[in-house]
């Protein structure tokens, strides 16, 4: 399971950290909370850099431009994960654009308070570490991907990256709920939703993967691999 997304890592209760008041009191109408409609930008490229947040329920899209202008995602991030986390290695102002996919509920710390948590738990400076160096890690190998593995092959790795970031077992199945669509995951592989839908049906015609809108379950891990 993704070491990003759970609420709690080596005993640190990331929704208490980031939305406190939320948690105590149920209150929604704080300086630490945010909702953010479907299809509104949390923020675009050169804006400033100064706060980390934490996805309290929907989906965000991460990614930037190419000098012609194409859209690239770089990661679709769900309730339970942290983005804006580069502000706190120095980034003055954004390099990505965060694009909320449906209405989002997002907690929000100023990158400062964040840096004094640091001082006084070093656990959670250690997370926040571990989670820029794994991102930065998956960016290095979907670059690797994209030059040296076939569209069906990046596929099937991403469908497996899936149930280790964010799958449960379930018998001696793996499940991942809130399935991405057709185009996020083209997008996120490099392909076109045409491929997609040709390797996800032809995997789920030999009961590999079996999957509708709302969640993938494989059924057999090794033939996937």
């Known amino acids: 399971m993704s070491d990003s997304q759970l609420w709690f890592l080596e005993n640190i209760n990331l929704q208490f950290v980031f939305c406190p008041k939320k948690v105590d009191r149920g209150d929604l ?56 986390e580069m502000a706190l290695i120095g980034q003055e102002s954004r ?26 738990r070093g656990e959670l400076q250690t997370y926040f570490l571990q989670l820029i160096g794994n991102r930065t890690l998956r ?8 030059m040296f593995k076939s569209s069906r092959t990046r596929i099937t790795d991403f469908l497996r990256e899936l149930i280790d970031t964010r799958g449960r077992k379930v018998g001696y199945e793996h499940e991942v709920r809130n399935m991405l669509t057709h185009k996020e995951i083209a997008d996120l592989t490099g392909t076109s939703r045409q491929t997609v839908n040709s390797v996800l049906n032809e995997l789920r015609r030999d009961e590999v993967i079996s999957f509708d809108r709302k969640r993938m379950l494989v059924r057999d891990l090794d033939r996937l691999q």
């Open 29 to 84: 109408e704080t300086v630490d909370h945010l909702s953010f409609a479907a299809h509104q930008y949390v923020y675009l490229p050169e804006e400033p850099a100064q706060k980390i947040y934490l996805i309290n329920g929907g989906r965000i899209k991460i990614g930037t431009y190419g000098e012609d202008g194409k859209e690239i995602t770089k990661a679709i991030l769900t309730t339970g994960e942290v983005f804006g």
């Open 95 to 120: 390099r990505d654009f965060a694009y909320a996919l449906e209405d989002t509920d997002l907690c929000v710390l100023e990158k400062g308070d964040l840096h004094k948590m640091f001082r006084e």
């Open 139 to 146: 960016l290095e190998k979907r670059l690797e991907n994209l």
